[in-house]
């Protein structure tokens, strides 16, 4: 009986039972193919009565000790990652090309490997000579670093295991390929085979393995999901290229906070921490201008202030424009109907424009109340007083909800200078707190109180 086929999408892994020449769940052209098994494996009939070894249990409430952590001395790549590098996990770092994945990989090895770390860096696309030319511009010729270029997998397993290195940086797992997958290397059985070897090798051995992965054109990691669940962190390198600083963002971590962030400044001699991102992203704040408010975020665990800036302009168009730079689209939508339905002001033929000042992303709901601030200061071309701060989350009703964490919020507002705030009715703060704080039940009573200078 012949085995039915099944073609597997190349950019986003959804699986087809025929070929068709556009992805339904992407919408790519030409980037389905036929996957090829790994391997057929035993059937259920060739087991027979052969029975499995006993596997032993064990109890919740068993004493595990807490997994030593090796620092690399990168204070903001050892916060996204918890607090440093776990031996034997595996961590798969995402971004656009030219963001700098590869320059920021290079100083964490040669951070690593000075701490006295066995560190081994295999690189796919670049030849040796190129990274250590980048070594040099970074001035880390001296650290002891063990260069190779290969994408063959089953030469890498062979060297590692000859070296037994104690940190494995793989640059990229979309070049890497087995030659025992019928597949071209970058195809989903072939990232999906390497993966599984690289993980396993890191589990076996006690080897700790960084992955780089390609992106789509959406900002996901490209390949199939199943990457995601065999490795134990996952981490996003963002940012802008007309900007100077990149931010790393873990999105999953099974040894820390998952949203965790640290930032970078991209500069001609490589990346450099920013210890303080709040006063990086209001450097540039003047003189008040209408259109502008700033925000008290939460990343992870750390409080950052981001200026948010609005634009509101009549239009000659029928359908108004709605240009968002690094916040939901949907979300602004949402919030320009209820200004309109719960409190009588109409956005109807004018275009809005919203930006987060420096090209951070922000997907926290209690930005809200910041970006109303901020478009409405641009609709009456009124500026906001410049030593306020703004957050809370605005409900479809037109309450306020509090945002968590308002003490951390309030703390990072007042070592940077600002005096006052604006918050929703109920926010937990110390009362004893050398901010004025002005809470308000709902928007029609924030609108009212926007404009007081304190």
């Given at each position: 009986?012949?085995?039915?086929?099944?073609?597997?999408?190349?950019?986003?892994?959804?699986?087809?039972?025929?070929?068709?020449?556009?992805?339904?769940?992407?919408?790519?052209?030409?980037?389905?193919?036929?996957?090829?098994?790994?391997?057929?494996?035993?059937?259920?009939?060739?087991?027979?009565?052969?029975?499995?070894?006993?596997?032993?249990?064990?109890?919740?409430?068993?004493?595990?000790?807490?997994?030593?952590?090796?620092?690399?001395?990168?204070?903001?790549?050892?916060?996204?990652?918890?607090?440093?590098?776990?031996?034997?996990?595996?961590?798969?770092?995402?971004?656009?090309?030219?963001?700098?994945?590869?320059?920021?990989?290079?100083?964490?090895?040669?951070?690593?490997?000075?701490?006295?770390?066995?560190?081994?860096?295999?690189?796919?696309?670049?030849?040796?000579?190129?990274?250590?030319?980048?070594?040099?511009?970074?001035?880390?010729?001296?650290?002891?670093?063990?260069?190779?270029?290969?994408?063959?997998?089953?030469?890498?397993?062979?060297?590692?295991?000859?070296?037994?290195?104690?940190?494995?940086?793989?640059?990229?797992?979309?070049?890497?390929?087995?030659?025992?997958?019928?597949?071209?290397?970058?195809?989903?059985?072939?990232?999906?085979?390497?993966?599984?070897?690289?993980?396993?090798?890191?589990?076996?051995?006690?080897?700790?393995?960084?992955?780089?992965?390609?992106?789509?054109?959406?900002?996901?990691?490209?390949?199939?999901?199943?990457?995601?669940?065999?490795?134990?962190?996952?981490?996003?390198?963002?940012?802008?290229?007309?900007?100077?600083?990149?931010?790393?963002?873990?999105?999953?971590?099974?040894?820390?906070?998952?949203?965790?962030?640290?930032?970078?400044?991209?500069?001609?001699?490589?990346?450099?921490?920013?210890?303080?991102?709040?006063?990086?992203?209001?450097?540039?704040?003047?003189?008040?201008?209408?259109?502008?408010?700033?925000?008290?975020?939460?990343?992870?665990?750390?409080?950052?202030?981001?200026?948010?800036?609005?634009?509101?302009?009549?239009?000659?168009?029928?359908?108004?424009?709605?240009?968002?730079?690094?916040?939901?689209?949907?979300?602004?939508?949402?919030?320009?109907?209820?200004?309109?339905?719960?409190?009588?002001?109409?956005?109807?033929?004018?275009?809005?424009?919203?930006?987060?000042?420096?090209?951070?992303?922000?997907?926290?709901?209690?930005?809200?109340?910041?970006?109303?601030?901020?478009?409405?200061?641009?609709?009456?071309?009124?500026?906001?007083?410049?030593?306020?701060?703004?957050?809370?989350?605005?409900?479809?009703?037109?309450?306020?909800?509090?945002?968590?964490?308002?003490?951390?919020?309030?703390?990072?507002?007042?070592?940077?200078?600002?005096?006052?705030?604006?918050?929703?009715?109920?926010s937990k703060f110390d009362m004893k707190s050398e901010i004025q704080m002005m809470q308000?039940?709902?928007?029609?009573?924030?609108?009212?109180?926007?404009?007081?200078?304190?």
């Open positions: 009986m012949t085995k039915s086929k099944s073609y597997v999408c190349h950019s986003c892994g959804t699986s087809f039972s025929k070929w068709s020449g556009c992805c339904d769940n992407c919408g790519e052209w030409n980037t389905i193919f036929e996957e090829v098994p790994i391997s057929t494996g035993p059937s259920s009939k060739s087991l027979g009565n052969k029975r499995g070894e006993k596997i032993s249990l064990t109890n919740l409430n068993t004493t595990v000790e807490a997994p030593q952590r090796i620092v690399s001395g990168l204070s903001e790549l050892d916060r996204v990652f918890g607090g440093g590098l776990v031996p034997a996990s595996t961590t798969l770092v995402g971004g656009d090309p030219g963001i700098g994945k590869s320059t920021l990989l290079l100083q964490a090895a040669a951070n690593f490997a000075i701490t006295g770390m066995n560190t081994l860096y295999v690189s796919g696309e670049e030849a040796t000579s190129q990274i250590q030319m980048r070594a040099q511009r970074l001035k880390l010729s001296d650290a002891p670093v063990k260069l190779v270029t290969e994408t063959n997998l089953r030469d890498i397993m062979t060297t590692l295991d000859a070296n037994n290195p104690a940190l494995v940086i793989i640059d990229s797992i979309q070049t890497m390929w087995a030659d025992n997958v019928e597949s071209a290397p970058g195809g989903v059985s072939q990232v999906r085979a390497t993966a599984h070897e690289l993980t396993t090798f890191a589990k076996r051995k006690g080897t700790s393995i960084i992955l780089v992965g390609h992106v789509t054109k959406e900002g996901q990691l490209a390949g199939p999901r199943v990457i995601e669940h065999m490795v134990d962190s996952v981490i996003y390198f963002e940012g802008e290229r007309g900007h100077h600083f990149r931010i790393l963002r873990a999105v999953k971590n099974r040894f820390g906070p998952a949203d965790e962030i640290g930032v970078f400044e991209m500069t001609g001699q490589g990346l450099i921490e920013i210890s303080n991102p709040s006063a990086l992203f209001l450097s540039e704040r003047g003189k008040p201008s209408p259109g502008s408010a700033v925000f008290a975020g939460i990343e992870g665990t750390r409080p950052v202030l981001v200026e948010i800036q609005a634009l509101v302009a009549a239009s000659p168009l029928s359908q108004p424009r709605r240009t968002v730079v690094g916040w939901d689209t949907g979300r602004l939508a949402m919030v320009l109907a209820v200004l309109e339905s719960r409190c009588g002001i109409p956005f109807t033929g004018y275009d809005v424009y919203l930006n987060v000042a420096g090209g951070l992303k922000i997907t926290e709901p209690a930005a809200d109340l910041a970006v109303v601030a901020a478009l409405l200061s641009a609709k009456e071309d009124r500026a906001l007083p410049i030593n306020k701060v703004i957050f809370g989350e605005i409900s479809l009703s037109g309450a306020l909800r509090p945002a968590p964490q308002t003490q951390n919020r309030i703390k990072e507002a007042l070592k940077l200078g600002f005096t006052s705030a604006i918050a929703p009715t109920g308000t039940n709902d928007l029609v009573e924030f609108i009212d109180s926007l404009f007081i200078i304190n």
